[in-house]
């Protein structure tokens, strides 16, 4: 935003009497106020490598010299915004720094949701590597339960079928269960 503005010669304009000196100084404010454009735009003021935004807000500090200019050629209106160059009087300041903030908001958003859905595909690879691996867990954890459930039912039966059938040919000769357990 640049608020340097030439304002001599519309001062002499207004403070003049003579016709042709208001010609004069009216010529001359306007010649300035173009004049001022163009410098704004061979500033720095628009520069992408510097992260600038697209546009130069030049102040009008009066409402008044706003609606002088505009009445009295406002090509110079429309010149600037083909030079990105806009002009703001007090009146539309706040409009203006309105729509740059929402700008500058909007942009921080569209910056900042780009970096979310990259965190969100690295979140996503590394989901599926989660998945994987705890699918491959729950397979080791599904077998050991398969080899425990071996060991559990058929070893188990098949271990108990010696031993009921000597418990059976201890019964079935009378001998008693022994009750010491150190022989």
Request: proline residues 3%; negative net charge.
């Amino acid at each position: 935003m640049d608020v340097k503005f030439p304002l001599d010669n519309y001062i002499r304009f207004l403070e003049t009497n003579l016709e042709l000196k208001k010609v004069e100084f009216r010529n001359d404010f306007l010649r300035d106020v173009k004049a001022r454009v163009k410098e704004v735009t061979t500033r720095e003021y628009i520069n992408p490598e510097q992260n600038t935004v697209d546009y130069v807000v030049l102040f009008i500090p009066n409402e008044q010299i706003y609606s002088f200019i505009h009445e009295q050629d406002s090509s110079i209106l429309d010149e600037g915004i083909k030079n990105r160059v806009i002009f703001c009087s007090p009146i539309t300041l706040f409009a203006v720094l309105a729509v740059i903030r929402q700008a500058v908001d909007n942009f921080a958003l569209d910056k900042t949701s780009n970096e979310i859905l990259s965190l969100l595909g690295l979140f996503k690879n590394q989901w599926g590597e989660f998945s994987k691996k705890l699918d491959l867990l729950g397979k080791r954890i599904e077998d050991t339960q398969k080899e425990y459930e071996l060991l559990t039912i058929t070893r188990r039966r098949q271990l108990e079928r010696p031993l009921n059938r000597i418990d059976d040919l201890r019964s079935q000769r009378g001998l008693p269960i022994s009750t010491r357990e150190d022989e």
